[in-house]
C-alpha cells in the first residue's frame, strides 16, 4: 500500500481518488483511475470534434460556401470530425471509461485481469489520438473517415497514411481492452457470481469485447494493406497493379459494421442497469436481453455489405445483405421491447440518468427502424450518400451512445466521485440535449429525402431553411452538452456527500463507498442471487434509505 494511504491508518481506508501526484496516475494500474484517464481523454477529443461539428453547421447555415473559404477545407473537417468522432471518442467511450470502471466492480473483482495491460491501452490510446492531434494541426485529411480507395491511395494529397498509423495505433488499444474485458470475466467472477447472475452490463460489454478482438484486426491489415501498395507497389487495390478498389470497402465495412456495434452494445449495457433501477422492477426477459448481446455481436459480423448497395456488388450479394441486415435488427428489437415491459407496471421516477435513458429509448428506435428503411435494397439506391444517412447514424450514435453515455456518466457519477450535483441542472441538460438533438438531425432525413446529397459544402437554395434549423438545434444541442462538463466538473470542489447507493439500486458497486477505496472491496465477495431484485418492498425501503442519505 503507498505512504499516503498508509498516513490515513486511523481513519477509514482511502479511496482510490486520494493519491494525486501526476506520478500516482500516470503509473497507475487501478482500473478505476484508467477509466479516469480516459475519461479526460475522450471529453477532449468529443470537444474537438464538437467544434469541428459547430463550424461545418455554421457553414451550412447559407446555401454558397462562404464561412470555412474553400471546398477542401470542408471535406477536411468533416473528414477530422468523422474520425475524431469515431475512433477517438465513440469507440473507447463507454467501456473505456464506465467499462473500465465498472466491470471489475460489478462482478466482485479487485481489478480487471490484467492491469499493466489496462495502462498500456490507455498509452496506446494516447499515442494515436496525439498524432490525430498533429494530423488535425498539420491541415487533417479530407477523404471521409471511411478512407475509401482510389481517392486515399491514389488522389488525394493530404496526410492519409499519417492518419492510418494512428486509426491502426489506436485500434490496439480497443485490442488490448478487449481481451481483458474478455479474460477478466472469464476468470474473475466472485464466488456465486455465475454467468446469469452478471448484471447486462457485464454481458453488454462482454459481447463488445469478442467484436473488439474479433473484428479490429481486419481494420489493421486493411491498413497494412494499403501502406504495402502505396510504398512496394503490391497491387491490392489499385487496378492499374491489378488490385480492386471496391475490395477496400469490403475490408473496411467488415471491421466497420460490427464497429458499430462496438459504439453502441455499451449504450445497450447501461440503458439495461438504468431503466431496472428507476422503473423500481427486475428487468423482463433478462436471458433475452442477454443473448441479444451476443447475437447482435455475431450477426453484426454478416452485414456489411449493406453499406455497398450501389457499389457494383451482385445483386445477389445486395438482396442477401438486406435480407441479414433485416435480421440483425430483431436482437436490437428484442431489447426495446424487453426495457419497455420493464417499464410497464413499474413505479418511475424521472431522475436525470433516468431521462437520458428514456431519450436514448426513443432516439435509438429512431435510429433502428431508418436503418430498416436503409436495409431495404431498393430504398437505399436512392437515399444512399444523401443527408438520410447522415441523420440516421446520428440518431444512433449521438441518440444512441452519447446519450446512454451521459446518462451513464449521471448515474454512476456519486460513485465514481463521492459527489452529487445539482438535479436540476441535470434535467435541464437532458432536456436540451433531447431537443436540441431532434432540431439538430430531423431536418436531415427530410433533406436527405429531397435529395441533398452528404459531404457537399454547398447546396441548393430551398435546402436552406432545413439546414437552418439543423444549425440552431446543434446550438441548443451543444449548451447541453457543455453543461454536464460544466457542473460535474464543479461538484468536485464540494465536500464528498453522494452517500454509497444514492438510487437505491442493487448491484455489488453500490455496496461499496462512494468513492471506492484502491482495493474495492474489503472482504471476500459471495453473490448468492441474480441482479435487479427491486421488488416493491425492497424499493420502499431502499429509496427510504436513499433519501436519509441524501438529506444527511
Ligand atoms: C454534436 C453534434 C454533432 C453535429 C452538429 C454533427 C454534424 C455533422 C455534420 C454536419 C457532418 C457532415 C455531413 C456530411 O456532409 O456528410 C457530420 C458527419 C459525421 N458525423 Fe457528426 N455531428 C455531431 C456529432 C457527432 C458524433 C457524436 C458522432 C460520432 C460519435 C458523429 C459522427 C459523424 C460521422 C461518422 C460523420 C461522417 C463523416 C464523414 O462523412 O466522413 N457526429 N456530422
Ligand atoms: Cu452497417
Known amino acids: 500500500m503507498s505512504a499516503s494511504a498508509q498516513a490515513h491508518h486511523d481513519g477509514p481506508p482511502a479511496d482510490y481518488l486520494s493519491e494525486s501526484t501526476v506520478k500516482s496516475w500516470l503509473l497507475t494500474t487501478d482500473h478505476k483511475r484508467v477509466g479516469i484517464l480516459y475519461l479526460i481523454s475522450v471529453t477532449i477529443f468529443f470537444i474537438a470534434g464538437g467544434v469541428l461539428a459547430g463550424l461545418m453547421r455554421l457553414e451550412l447555415m447559407t446555401p454558397r460556401g462562404d464561412v470555412l473559404g474553400s471546398p477542401d477545407t470542408y471535406n477536411r473537417m468533416f473528414t477530422m470530425h468523422g474520425v475524431i468522432m469515431i475512433f477517438f471518442f465513440l469507440v473507447p467511450a463507454i467501456p473505456s471509461v464506465l467499462g473500465n470502471f465498472l466491470l471489475p466492480l460489478m462482478i466482485g473483482a ?130 492499374r497493379l491489378g488490385g480492386d478498389p471496391v475490395l477496400f470497402q469490403h475490408l473496411f465495412w467488415f471491421y466497420s459494421h460490427p464497429a458499430v456495434y462496438i459504439m453502441v452494445l455499451p449504450g445497450f449495457a447501461v440503458i439495461s442497469e438504468i431503466i431496472p433501477c428507476f422503473a423500481r422492477r427486475p ?65 418511475l421516477s424521472f431522475d436525470t440518468p433516468m431521462l437520458y435513458a428514456l431519450g436514448f429509448m426513443g432516439l435509438f428506435t429512431i435510429g433502428g427502424l431508418t436503418g430498416l428503411m436503409l436495409a431495404s435494397l431498393a430504398l437505399d439506391v436512392h437515399v444512399h450518400d444523401t443527408y438520410f444517412v447522415v441523420a440516421h447514424f446520428h440518431y444512433i450514435m449521438v441518440g444512441g451512445t452519447v446519450m446512454a453515455y451521459l446518462g451513464g456518466i449521471h448515474f454512476w457519477w456519486p460513485k465514481i466521485s463521492g459527489r452529487t450535483y445539482p438535479e436540476i441542472w441535470g434535467k435541464l441538460s437532458a432536456l436540451l440535449v433531447f431537443v436540441g438533438f431532434n432540431l439538430t438531425f430531423f431536418p436531415q432525413f427530410l433533406l436527405g429525402y429531397l435529395g441533398m446529397p452528404r459531404r457537399y459544402f454547398e447546396y441548393r437554395p430551398e435546402f436552406q431553411v432545413l439546414n437552418v434549423m439543423s444549425t440552431a438545434g446543434a446550438t441548443v444541442l ?67 434509505h436513499a433519501q436519509h442519505v441524501h438529506s444527511a
Request: charged share 10%; proline share 6%; glycine share 8%.
Open 478 to 544: 451543444a449548451v447541453g452538452m457543455l453543461m454536464p462538463m460544466i457542473y460535474l466538473g464543479l461538484s468536485l470542489r464540494q465536500p464528498k456527500n453522494a452517500g454509497d447507493n444514492p438510487w437505491g439500486a442493487t448491484g455489488l458497486e453500490w455496496q461499496i463507498e462512494s468513492p471506492p477505496t484502491t482495493h474495492n472491496f474489503h472482504e471476500p465477495v459471495l453473490v448468492t442471487c441474480e441482479p435487479y431484485l427491486y421488488s416493491p418492498e425492497e424499493a420502499e425501503r431502499e429509496y427510504a
Open 283 to 347: 428487468i423482463f426477459g433478462y436471458r433475452f436481453v442477454a443473448f441479444a448481446s451476443v447475437a447482435i455481436a455475431i450477426f453484426g459480423f454478416l452485414v456489411w455489405g449493406h453499406h455497398m448497395f450501389v457499389s457494383g456488388q451482385s445483386m445477389y450479394a445486395g438482396a442477401v445483405f438486406s435480407i441479414l441486415s433485416f435480421l440483425v435488427a430483431i436482437p436490437s428489437a428484442i431489447k426495446v421491447f424487453n426495457w419497455t415491459a420493464t417499464l410497464y407496471k413499474g413505479s
Open 110 to 239: 479487485r481489478d480487471l485481469a490484467f492491469p499493466k495491460i489496462n495502462l498500456l491501452s490507455w498509452y496506446v490510446y494516447m499515442v494515436g489520438g496525439i498524432m490525430g492531434v498533429w494530423i488535425l494541426m498539420h491541415g487533417g485529411i479530407d477523404t471521409g473517415w471511411t478512407f475509401y480507395t482510389p481517392f486515399s491511395s491514389m488522389y488525394s494529397n493530404s496526410m492519409v497514411l499519417t492518419a492510418a498509423v494512428a486509426v491502426f495505433i489506436t485500434g490496439f488499444s480497443s485490442i488490448l481492452t478487449g481481451l481483458n474485458f474478455i479474460v477478466t470475466v472469464h476468470t474473475m467472477r466472485a464466488p456465486g457470481m455465475t454467468w446469469f447472475r452478471m448484471p447486462l452490463f457485464v454481458w453488454s460489454h462482454y459481447a463488445t469485447a469478442l467484436i473488439m478482438v474479433l473484428a479490429t484486426p481486419v481494420l489493421a491489415i486493411s491498413i497494412v494493406l494499403v501502406g504495402l501498395e502505396k510504398f512496394f507497389g503490391v497491387g491490392v487495390f489499385d487496378p
